[in-house]
Structure formats: structure tokens, C-alpha cells
């Protein structure tokens, strides 16, 4: 405020001097005593001076920037080899999954580290893994970690209100631009939501940092739109290939996720990113290995037949945990209930839950490892599996930051584990054992919750060695993907996009369609008639050839409509006046509309070309844009894009 207030005093100063030699030099050559030319070419000169001084602080604002958010390029000439060299763009990728792997490092002992202190358990122990903690400890340490949580929110929303922005939805409508300040805060706020034990896992905090740093490099190496959005789903195939100890976990995470499509030309770049990220990963913690499963050898054709049904519950069951979500978050907001206070009031009832077992708290890891292949009864896993989708939507409902990514694989082998139960009491032939049915339905429901039946598939190969197993995992997430999509339409984070008004249903690349707007296409170059205009005047100023419409505007220059002139020239007509004659009245665009809106409009209006009006209170005509241009720059820009996904 301080600066703007001192430029808008230098302006004025500016401007006084300015018109102060005017008069001097007016009074000067008029003879005034006293007044001279050279006084009145000295406050020039300091008006000049004064205006250089206002240009060179108003550029210096412009270019002023957060920390966070200055970009330091890099060298020229290693900018112009990863623009031209496909080799050096996969060593960048190499260097995006080596920071990718260490920040999921850093985070992973950060929370194991406030699990540590705040619940007191061992320095190997995980949280959701153990027996019994502190009944005083699981009560309050998620309440007062959600009320820290929530006057941080606070301060944030009056010193920083800005939204972190997803490396999906960066990637398919900012091609690939992410903030770096806003991606710490939240990475900040996982932790944060994880290490006081709400139920919430670290991986969507994975994903962000390590996107956000792969953007961050992307744009200091100036990189091409389509590599930078390469970049982001690179930094997110490291984080979960790490996370998940999985290179191609990784890698289709951000195929199927991140980047929005596979193709050839992209393949390098992520398995190297995933592949980095992980050697990373072991480097520093070791190889924490996948589980120790006692699996059979094959599966039976006829035991597909469960294996479907569980990916058909599994997928219902994702679909009512992401509706549960936005139930209680329809409850806070109507309870009254200020937004800061909410993640306290969510921690005591996650809280609450925990006092009946600990296993709801955090995102799962050691509850999973634990679980999986445990002996328990039917009536524990089911009330397991009721307590923690509660806590997992309570603490993600009430403003808790953090994703469903772990916490569904969890619920996921809970619900299999449910099914092989119900199973065996409904049949007296063998049954596919538990952990099959666990394995299955973890992926089944962490398909429908967060997408990416591929993903899923190679999490299960990776985390098991079986390959029986793991085409069983792919048939189940198939018919998950498939009920989900046909039932609900959206995963988890695309539903989150909905609620807040985007349409986006996948990384693919629609930002472009934004940038190309009906301000950008249209024609400036034209003239406009009165309405109140002769038809004998108007055929005068406009013979038949020389162009095909007009645009019509009132005595007060507001848009009326457009006149045809091949029209104001038939020989029947009987019009005077060409306001009698006018066509699209009331149909018009805008110049911030995307072509696909433009396009829209002019099928509605079965127009080949619409004015082009600054607004819909002004009415003054900017332009006029024609169906044929802006269908051909559509259809151009659709192929540029179908060139760059099949690497031409």
C-alpha cells in the first residue's frame, strides 16, 4: 500500500511540474516579468525526471515477487538443450524424481516423528499399527493439533488467501504452472493433519511438492507447455513411486492421473523420474519391501466370479465414502460452526474413535501391514471398517489436509476381507481365502476413490510378486473403474473439482481451450452503421460486394444488431429504416469467452458471425468474430495437441 500510495504521489507530482512550465512558458513568451523559458524548461526536465523515477518503481513492482515465487532461469545454453534434446529432458526428470524421493523422505520422518512425540510410541512403531495408546493422548492430541491447524488456516486466509492449486488441475488447465509458496503451505498442513493422527494420508502432499518443485524447474529451463506438464506428472510419479516403493506404481500414477494420457514420447521421462525417486527412497530409509503374503498359485476361471462382484461393491462402497465427505461438510457449514474450529471439533470425534481402537488414526500404514492377513472376526473387521470410514471422512470433512490414497487402500482390504467372511458362511465349497479378497478389494475401492484401475493393478504386482493375483487385482479394478464412472462420473479429486465448479474430469490438457478466446479471434478492423440509418443511405456507403454484414449500434453506440447487406439490397423490400431489418439483436459474445462457448453460441443462434460487445450493461462494439475462423483455430489447435501426445 506504502508503494502505491508514494508512485501515485510521484505521478502527481509528475503532472503538476508539467503543467506548471506549461503556464511558465505561456506567461514567458506573453512577456510576463520575471517568467522565462529556461524556468519553464527546467520543470520539464524535472517532470521528465520525475516521470522516468515513477516508470522504474512501477517496473520494479511489477517484477517484484514472493521468494517462493521468483524463478531463476537457467543457463541459456542448458535451456536450449532440454528444449532440443530429448535425452537432456529425461535428465531433468532424473533430477525432479532424486528431489521428488527426498522430500517424500523428509515427510515420512517428520510425521514419524510427531507420532513419536505426541503419542509416545517407539521410533519404529506405527501409529495405526499399535494395540493401545494414552486414552488422554488420542483425545487431545487431534483436538489441539485441528484447533493449531485451524488458526493457521486463519492466519492464512487474512495474510495469504490463495488455494494451492492440484498437479491434475494444473496440468489440465494451467499447462503445468504451480506455486511453489502455496504447495510448502500445504504440504505443511499434511503433515501437520497426519502427525496429530487425523485420518488422512500424506500422498496428496507427496504429489503436491514434488509436482510443484517439478514445475518450479520446468519454468526455470523455460520448457515447452507440453514438457511442463511432462515435468509435473514426472515430480508426481516420483513421490508415489517412493511412497509406494513401486516404479511402475509410480509411473502410471502419473500416466493415468497426472498427465492424463500414455503415450511413447512420455515414457522415459516418468520411468526415470519413478525409477530415481525410488533408489532415492532406499538410499536413505532402505527397502522397506512389500508384504509377506502366503498367496496361491493360480485362480480358478470360476472365482472371477467373486473377484468381479467385490470390484462392483468395492467401487459402491468408494462412491459412499466420497458422498460421506461432502455430508459432513454440508453438516459443519450448516451447524454454525466457525471453519476455523472445525478440524478441533472433527479431531475430538476422531479422537473419540480412537479410544475404541488406534488403528483409525493416521492414514493406516501399520494397520494395513498388521491387518492384512490377520485372523480377525467377522464383527472386528466390520466395526473396523465402520470406524474408520467415519474418521476418514469426520477428519477430511472437517478441514483436516490430506488424501484418501492409503486410508482407501485400507478400507479397501477391510471391505475384501469382509467379502471372503460373507462368502464362506454363504457356500460350503472352497472360497477364494481372505487375503485374496483383501489384496482385491484394496485396489477395488482405491480404483473408484482415486481412479487408475492400471495404477492399482502394478501396485498389487509390486507389493506381492504374484502375477495370478495381480490379474485378478486388474479385472476387479476394471469393473470398479467402470461402475464408477457410469454411476458417480468422478474420483475423488475430480468430485472436489466439481463441487468447486470446475469441470474436470482428468489431467487432459483443456487449459488452452481457455486461453483461446473469443477476444483473442475476433476482427477489430470494422465500421458500424446507425439504426436509424436509410436503407437508400445505407445501400449508397454499402454496395452488394463489398462486404456481407454490418454491425448496427443506437444513437448512444450500443450494439442493436447486424444488418445483411444482401438483404437491405433485395428488391422487395419495403423497410425504411434498417433498425427494421436487423438481425441477433439480443445474441451476442463476449471477449473473455472460450471458443467452445463461442462455438455454442453460434449453433444457438444459427449465425455464421456474432458482434462482439465489451459487456452486457455497456454494449459497445469490440469486434465481430465469424463461425468459419473461429471453428478452423478449434480445429488447429486440436490437432497441435493431437501431434504433441503422439510425440510429432
Excluded at 475430538?348 to 474413535?353: R, T, Y
Excluded at 485374496?436 to 478389494?441: E, I, L, Q
Aim: aromatic letters at 8%; proline letters at 4%.
Amino acid at each position: 500500500m506504502a508503494d502505491t500510495e508514494a508512485e501515485v504521489s510521484a505521478s502527481a507530482d509528475a503532472a503538476a511540474d508539467t503543467v506548471k512550465a506549461s503556464v511558465i512558458g505561456v506567461k514567458a513568451m506573453a512577456g510576463y516579468p520575471g517568467e522565462s523559458a529556461a524556468d519553464a524548461e527546467a520543470l520539464r526536465a524535472k517532470a521528465a525526471v520525475g516521470r522516468a523515477a515513477e516508470a522504474v518503481k512501477a517496473a520494479a513492482a511489477r517484477n517484484r515477487r514472493p521468494f517462493g515465487d521468483m524463478v531463476l532461469h537457467a543457463p541459456q545454453t542448458l535451456r536450449a538443450l532440454v528444449r532440443a534434446d530429448e535425452i537432456w529432458l529425461v535428465g531433468l526428470a532424473a533430477v525432479v524424481g532424486c528431489i521428488a524421493g527426498l522430500m517424500v523422505v523428509t515427510m515420512n520422518i517428520a510425521s514419524q516423528e510427531l507420532h513419536r512425540v505426541l503419542f509416545h510410541i517407539g521410533a519404529q512403531q506405527r501409529l495405526s499399527g499399535m494395540t493401545a495408546i494414552d486414552p488422554w493422548r488420542a483425545m487431545l492430541v487431534p483436538s489441539l493439533g485441528g484447533l493449531a491447524l485451524g488458526l493457521f488456516g486463519l492466519a492464512l486466509a487474512r495474510w495469504w488467501p490463495r488455494r494451492a492449486v492440484d498437479p491434475i488441475e494444473a496440468n489440465a488447465l494451467f499447462g503445468g504452472r504451480m506455486s511453489l509458496n502455496d504447495s510448502l503451505i500445504l504440504t505443511g498442513q499434511t503433515i501437520l493433519s497426519t502427525g496429530v493422527g487425523a485420518s488422512v494420508g500424506l500422498e496428496a502432499g507427496y504429489t503436491q511438492i514434488g509436482a510443484s518443485i517439478a514445475s518450479r524447474l520446468g519454468r526455470s529451463f523455460r520448457v515447452r507447455r507440453n514438457d511442463l506438464r511432462l515435468l509435473v506428472g514426472c515430480g508426481a510419479a516420483g513421490a508415489i513411486g517412493a511412497a509406494f516403493n513401486g516404479p511402475l506404481t509410480g509411473a502410471f500414477y502419473a500416466f493415468e492421473l497426472v498427465i492424463g494420457t500414455y503415450s511413447i514420447a512420455n515414457l522415459a521421462p516418468v520411468v526415470v523420474a519413478s525409477i530415481t525417486a525410488i533408489a532415492v527412497d532406499r538410499w536413505l530409509l532402505g527397502d522397506t519391501g512389500g508384504f509377506d503374503l502366503n498367496l496361491p498359485t493360480t485362480i480358478p476361471a470360476f472365482d472371477y466370479l467373486p473377484v468381479l462382484a467385490l470390484g462392483m461393491i468395492s467401487a459402491l462402497f468408494g462412491i459412499a465414502i466420497m458422498r460421506g465427505v461432502t455430508l459432513v461438510e454440508e453438516v459443519f457449514r450448516r451447524s454454525g460452526v466457525p471453519s476455523w474450529l472445525r478440524p478441533a471439533v472433527g479431531g475430538a470425534v476422531v479422537g473419540s474413535l480412537a479410544l475404541v481402537t488406534p488403528q483409525v488414526l493416521s492414514s493406516g500404514h501399520g494397520a494395513l501391514h498388521v491387518g492384512i492377513d490377520a485372523p480377525y472376526s467377522l464383527m472386528f473387521v466390520g466395526g473396523l471398517l465402520l470406524l474408520k470410514s467415519l474418521a476418514s471422512a469426520i477428519s477430511i470433512g472437517s478441514g483436516f489436509r490430506g488424501g484418501l490414497f492409503f486410508a482407501s487402500l485400507f478400507l479397501g482390504a477391510l471391505l475384501g476381507k469382509l467379502f471372503a467372511a460373507a462368502l464362506a458362511m454363504l457356500t460350503t465349497t472352497q472360497v477364494l481365502p481372505g487375503v485374496v479378497c483383501a489384496v482385491v478389494g484394496m485396489s477395488g475401492v482405491a480404483t473408484a476413490i482415486v481412479g487408475g484401475p492400471f495404477t492399482m493393478s502394478f501396485m498389487a504386482l509390486e507389493s506381492t510378486g504374484s502375477l495370478p493375483l495381480t490379474i485378478a487385482v486388474l479385472a476387479a479394478s476394471v469393473v470398479s473403474a467402470v461402475t464408477v464412472r457410469r454411476i458417480f462420473g468422478y474420483s475423488f479429486a475430480t468430485w472436489r473439482f466439481h463441487l468447486r465448479g470446475e469441470a474436470i474430469r482428468s489431467a487432459v490438457d483443456v487449459g488452452w481451450m481457455r486461453n483461446l478466446t473469443v477476444g483473442r479471434m475476433m476482427r477489430r478492423d470494422l465500421r458500424t452503421v446507425r439504426a436509424d440509418t436509410t436503407i437508400t443511405a445505407f445501400r449508397r456507403d454499402y454496395p452488394l460486394g463489398a462486404t456481407q454484414r454490418v454491425i448496427a449500434v443506437d444513437a448512444s453506440d450500443r450494439y442493436a444488431g447486424i444488418v445483411l447487406v444482401a438483404e437491405a439490397h433485395a428488391a422487395d423490400i419495403t423497410a425504411a429504416r434498417i433498425g427494421d431489418i436487423l438481425h441477433y439483436p439480443k445474441t451476442f459474445l463476449l471477449p473473455q469467452m472460450p471458443v467452445k462457448d463461442a462455438i455454442a453460441a453460434f449453433e444457438t443462434a444459427e449465425s455464421d458471425a456474432l458482434a462482439v460487445l465489451d459487456s452486457t450493461e455497456q454494449g459497445r462494439v469490440l469486434g465481430l468474430l465469424t463461425e468459419q475462423y473461429a471453428l478452423r483455430r478449434y480445429s488447429e489447435e486440436l490437432d497441435r495437441r493431437r501431434r504433441e501426445l503422439s510425440g510429432e
